[in-house]
């Protein structure tokens, strides 16, 4: 069965400091993979997508992730982090022979200390 | 920039009560989903609908939850009796075109339920 695991539920980084949330999947196929970002009561915003090409993708926010097929991996990075990043991030494969529903993990809580 | 309606973004029901959510999609999006997310959890799909047409609802538990699009544009999700298990955000998204086609959803701002 399609799976995604975040395996940290709450990270806390400094201000300025680098950021990685890691992803993990499970998906007999290429997997289209997102990443979202929701703060407090809110809705889900995308931050990026793979779908096929280049494994390096950039998104809003100047985050990037990058699809790791032998790792079955979507890690998302951030090279500064920003007080505004604080929220909750969540990792999801899209599955195209299915319409596009799409599978979450259970979110990465961030915290950014100053 | 066009959005995803929903509507209430907050609600309070008593448990054994009927209650009722209300999306509307991106203008032309073709594809809806209702998402259910639990505190401290990703959303879980509810159902699918391309245009009016329910296409996966297996996990939407038919003996108290319901939803139509019927007119293929906006939709409505009901909860008749609403028990406190339900107690969650409700997601609603739309997507534009075959999903084979590089398109992705896009989130409304959720509607929160809380049963008591």
């Known amino acids: 069965a399609q799976s995604v695991t975040q395996p940290d539920i709450h990270i806390t980084v400094s201000e300025g400091a680098s950021l990685e949330l890691r992803c993990n999947y499970s998906?007999?196929?290429?997997?289209?993979l997102f990443w979202y970002v929701q703060s407090p009561g809110q809705g889900l915003q995308l931050l990026l997508k793979y779908f096929s090409g280049d494994t390096l993708v950039q998104g809003i926010k100047g985050f990037e992730a990058e699809f790791k097929r032998s790792q079955s991996s979507f890690n998302l990075r951030k090279p500064s982090v920003h007080w505004s990043d604080a929220a909750e991030y969540f990792c999801?494969?899209?599955?195209?022979?299915?319409?596009?529903?799409?599978?979450f993990g259970q979110g990465t809580e961030l915290s950014v200390k100053p | 920039e066009a959005e995803v309606a929903q509507s209430p973004r907050y609600k309070i029901t008593e448990k054994s009560q009927a209650v009722a959510f209300w999306c509307d999609p991106i203008s032309g999006h073709a594809t809806l989903y209702w998402y259910r997310q639990i505190l401290g959890q990703g959303p879980e799909l509810l159902v699918q609908?391309?245009?009016?047409?329910?296409?996966?609802d297996s996990q939407l538990p038919k003996d108290r939850f319901s939803a139509e699009r019927l007119k293929g544009v906006d939709s409505t999700l009901k909860i008749q009796p609403a028990e406190l298990g339900d107690s969650a955000m409700y997601l609603c998204?739309?997507?534009?075109?075959?999903?084979?086609?590089?398109?992705?959803?896009?989130f409304g701002q959720g509607t929160r339920l809380t049963v008591v």
């Open positions: 609908f391309q245009d009016e047409s329910v296409v996966d």
């Open positions: 999801a494969v899209g599955l195209y022979n299915q319409g596009g529903k799409l599978i």
């Open positions: 998906y007999g196929a290429t997997p289209y």
């Open positions: 998204a739309s997507s534009g075109g075959e999903f084979y086609l590089n398109t992705e959803a896009f």
